[in-house]
């Protein structure tokens, strides 16, 4: 039976929450309908799911959607909201009678005080919620989203739109510290920040059983993004000094790159080095790979700049160079 849902997605990157969410529904073949599209503004996005496992899915993957709620009622005003929640089926609530549960309110456009806050809250008294509030560690949190408008110089006096759902579960937000540049052992001037990486990750549809690669990979910032969904990972660059982790650090605290700063490290500390095939040194105007066939994606983040200390690399047609093993492997 379909389930009918509310997104809360992120503030950031608003134009690719529509696609990343098309994107990690078709690789999990899943039949997502819903209310907007990549020109929304509103962080508000109403779900037609299959069932709450869908939801799951979609969470597990997602960096674009902080969290989806399993929608009890809507409405463009506070007795509309009522209304809606009393049509609600009586036996889908009676789960959550007499568990301990917390009720959260989120504003988008405007802030409201604590007080008015506490008098929405005493409007939904009526739901049939018999157990103690418990805000620290409650079995189910349930939110109540009033959106007031798009325009930020002239929010409206009165919520526009009004959601009220039992939250199913949150997205992926917290890989954005896990895979933080701070914390990272490897890093360059052009290392891409994990939230576009990630992004990139699953519109290119990276999951485990799947070869991707990056033919400008730089500091492997997209290929890690693409190993943490489970793809096996290759990559190439034509500055030797980023493949092989030569050269000037880009630490402020550092002259050198130390000898363990090379891209492998990155997917060791994150304990993915399993995945990482191989990074060799090579231009993508003259590729070294067959003409045929070899990865399930190509996802990569093209030069717009000279940020790195590039030097340019002459052929020698007269010197033989040893082929990398993953050029034996194609040969």
Not at 190 to 204: H, I, K, R, V
Request: net charge positive; charged share 25%.
């Amino acid at each position: 039976m379909a389930v009918e849902c509310v997104c809360l997605l992120a503030q950031e990157h608003v134009k690719f929450r529509i696609p990343e969410l098309h994107s990690i529904a078709s690789i999990h073949g899943i039949n997502l309908s819903h209310d907007g599209s990549s020109e929304k503004i509103s962080p508000f996005l109403k779900l037609k799911m299959p069932n709450l496992s869908c939801c799951q899915q979609i969470l597990e993957r997602s960096m674009t959607v902080r969290y989806i709620l399993e929608l009890w009622g809507s409405g463009s005003s506070v007795d509309e909201l009522v209304r809606s929640l009393n049509q609600y089926p009586p036996d889908k609530m009676e789960p959550y009678r007499n568990t301990t549960f917390r009720i959260n309110i989120e504003t988008y456009n405007k802030k409201i005080s604590q007080g008015q806050k506490q008098e929405y809250i005493k409007v939904l008294s009526f739901l049939p919620l018999d157990g103690k509030v418990n805000l620290n560690n409650p079995e189910h949190e349930f939110s109540l989203l009033l959106d007031f408008g798009d325009d930020n110089n002239a929010a409206t006096d009165k919520p526009c739109q009004l959601f009220f759902g039992r939250l199913i579960g949150q997205g992926q937000r917290h890989l954005l510290k896990k895979f933080s540049l701070k914390t990272r052992h490897f890093i360059g001037n052009t290392s891409m920040d994990p939230l576009l990486s990630f992004l990139m990750a699953n519109q290119g549809k990276a999951r485990p059983g799947t070869l991707i690669f990056d033919p400008f990979v730089g500091t492997g910032s997209i290929l890690l993004a693409c190993a943490h969904f489970g793809g096996h990972v290759i990559g190439s660059d034509i500055d030797k000094n980023l493949v092989q982790g030569r050269g000037k650090s880009s630490r402020a605290n550092c002259k050198w790159k130390a000898r363990d700063e090379v891209m492998r490290t990155n997917f060791r500390q994150a304990g993915l080095e399993q995945l990482f095939v191989d990074a060799i040194i090579a231009d993508a105007s003259r590729s070294v790979l067959r003409a045929t066939p070899i990865f399930d994606a190509i996802i990569t983040d093209p030069p717009y700049g000279v940020r790195e200390g590039v030097r340019k690399l002459k052929a020698d047609n007269n010197r033989k160079c040893q082929s990398s093993p993953y050029q034996q492997l194609q040969a």
